[in-house]
């Protein structure tokens, strides 16, 4: 069960719109790998989703399964299922006939289409449901059943939008293995739409949307270390940005000096610097790049980032905001004076594009990701 997807140059604008929701779409999604698509709400993803299953026909470019074209097979013959956020189990029949209905409208006969059911709701360890009707599932167990009604019409491929966005954390974790282990069982082709980038990073490759672009398209290291954009950047979370000023071999910023092989002579830039790669030390020690006031926390499980604001440096502009984030056991308080060191690469100086805000004003603090050049104190 597996098939070779690819969109090729797919574009599709929505009537009465004044721009495309798909703009130009290609992607590959190589068999029984999964790609998840992210990106902010109305970039696209959930259209691109649709054009797949055969629900929207693009306005150009094509759909490809293996060596053949999907532009002329109608949506139940393209070897391919589609779970949405809600369930849209049937209520008028109980588990065991909603898992069948594929079998049963494709003519097999009852029995055996109820047998066949039976298997792929013990796979997804609700067998012993199989006569509840949908009004007695919890939600977590309405999703069980869908993935088992997806997986009994022998799907190549399997879209996923957004299934368990619904689902409380303990939940989402569950169908999270749940998934694992259909991948491992049946190994569909699988492209799933989130929001959740925990979620994302359990995909071989990650598809970003911008306006119904692709920004980028690696896997999640690629995109942790060197995302192509500030847009990306800031989807990922967890990073700061910082003015760079170019001087020779890299570029001034807050955080001392950033080396780059070829700096922009004379361009400002923005320096994006993952919170790992920061430290809270003191602000009067050898080590402190700069130093700044602790103006904010947050705590995330046992995570916990400190906001500071970081004082005017010589050459770098005005004051800006970093995040940093803090091992166990050290907090220091709002409004205590820290200097800040550089521990680590995850340094990143994107290439200058229409998205990329760079600017010599630059003052924010987002929560994303980067790599790329190490920073060193300026000598």
């Known amino acids: 069960m597996s098939g070779d997807l690819r969109l090729e140059s797919v574009g599709f604008r929505y009537p009465h719109r004044d721009r495309d929701a798909l703009d130009e779409v290609t992607l590959g999604v190589a068999p029984a790998h999964l790609l998840a698509v992210v990106g902010p709400s109305g970039s696209g993803k959930s259209t691109l989703l649709r054009v797949v299953a055969g629900l929207l026909r693009p306005d150009r470019g094509e759909v490809r399964l293996g060596d053949r074209s999907l532009l002329e097979v109608a949506p ?24 069948a209905f594929a079998d049963r409208a ?25 006569r509840s009707r949908p009004r007695e599932l919890s939600g977590g167990q309405e999703q069980r059943v869908a993935l088992a009604r997806a997986l009994a019409a022998h799907p190549q491929v399997l ?54 672009r692709v920004v980028q398209h690696a896997d999640i290291d690629a995109l942790y270390r060197r995302p192509a954009s500030i847009t990306v950047a800031r989807l990922l979370g967890g ?108 340094v990143h100086v994107p290439k200058p594009s229409a998205d990329l805000e760079s600017r010599a004003d630059v003052d924010r603090s987002g929560e994303g990701a980067v790599d790329g050049a190490l920073v060193r104190d300026r000598q």
């Open 106 to 130: 494709a003519g097999v006969p009852r029995a055996r289409a109820r047998a066949a059911a039976r298997g792929y709701l013990d796979v997804v360890h609700l067998a012993d449901l199989a």
């Open 159 to 212: 879209l996923l939008d957004e299934p368990f966005s619904a689902l409380d954390p303990e939940l989402r974790a569950t169908m999270h293995a749940l998934l694992e282990e259909v991948r491992a069982a049946f190994a569909p082709t699988t492209v799933m739409v989130t929001h959740d980038l925990a979620e994302a990073a359990m995909a071989d490759t990650i598809a970003v949307l911008d306006e119904g």
């Open 239 to 346: 990073f700061s940005e910082l003015a760079g000023t170019p001087v020779e071999g890299g570029y001034d910023c807050h955080l001392g000096f950033v080396p780059a092989p070829a700096p922009r002579a004379g361009e400002p830039t923005v320096v994006l610097v993952r919170q790992e790669a920061l430290q809270v030390v003191d602000e009067h020690g050898p080590h402190a790049a700069a130093s700044g006031l602790v103006v904010g926390s947050t705590r995330a499980g046992t995570r916990q980032v400190a906001k500071v604001e970081l004082d005017a440096a010589a050459g770098a502009g005005p004051t800006a905001s970093v995040l940093v984030e803090l091992p166990p056991g050290v907090a220091p308080p709002v409004g205590h004076r820290v200097g800040v060191r550089v521990t680590g690469t995850l």
């Open 76 to 99: 139940e013959r393209r070897g391919i299922s589609m779970m949405f956020q809600k369930p849209l189990l049937f209520p008028h029949l109980d588990v065991l006939d909603n898992v």
